[in-house]
């Protein structure tokens, strides 16, 4: 399943994951699933056709991430190994930062962030020329939106919908996974 809400120049890309981490750290060897949140840039292409075309539009580069995870085989709502990395360079994330906050209340922990585009931005070392005022205005008013949209996911993860292994069928209906 995957959800894009897109501003001005800055998107939010909200998709289910399973995750095996080929090089997995001391005690994290498991499978992980749940819910990953991408801030992106957004690129408005040439239009390719008349002006009442269809105009592309590519989802382009991560700039902060949020990996709502678990251990696949551990207690649900325990968001044991859920963390997120605050820059990235190029399209490869930086290290996996783990913080109290973030695991105890992940929601609100995640719609205080998306409140304040310029703070992530700072924090992921971006200029903060990427975003417009309307991206900050625009995530601060959809913020509830997105958080609502995780939060809906993340009950699917739970119910055995989204968040499978590949190959695997949902326990009630079919979904893709896209990041």
Do not use: C
Not at 22 to 41: D, F, M, T
Not at 118 to 143: F, I, K
Not at 151 to 156: A, F, H, I, V
């Amino acid at each position: 399943m995957l959800y894009l809400f897109g501003f001005d120049r800055i998107g939010v890309a909200v998709s289910d994951i399973y995750f095996v981490d080929p090089n997995p750290a001391k005690g994290q060897e498991s499978a992980e699933h749940g819910v990953r949140l991408e801030v992106r840039r957004l690129e408005p292409g040439e239009l390719k056709g008349s002006i009442y075309s269809a105009r592309p539009i590519t989802i382009d580069r991560p700039i902060w991430r949020v990996d709502l995870l678990e251990s696949v085989d551990g207690t649900p709502g325990s968001f044991d190994r859920t963390h997120h990395h605050p820059g990235t360079s190029g399209w490869e994330p930086g290290e996996r930062v783990f913080e109290r906050e973030l695991s105890a209340e992940p929601l609100k922990w995640l719609a205080e962030r998306l409140a304040d585009l310029e703070d992530v931005l700072d924090r992921a070392g971006a200029d903060r020329d990427e975003a417009s005022p309307a991206d900050v205005a625009g995530l601060r008013e959809r913020a509830p939106e997105i958080v609502e949209t995780v939060g809906r996911m993340l009950d699917g993860v739970r119910a055995g919908d989204l968040g499978t292994p590949p190959g695997a069928e949902p326990a009630t209906s079919v979904r893709a996974s896209w990041l």
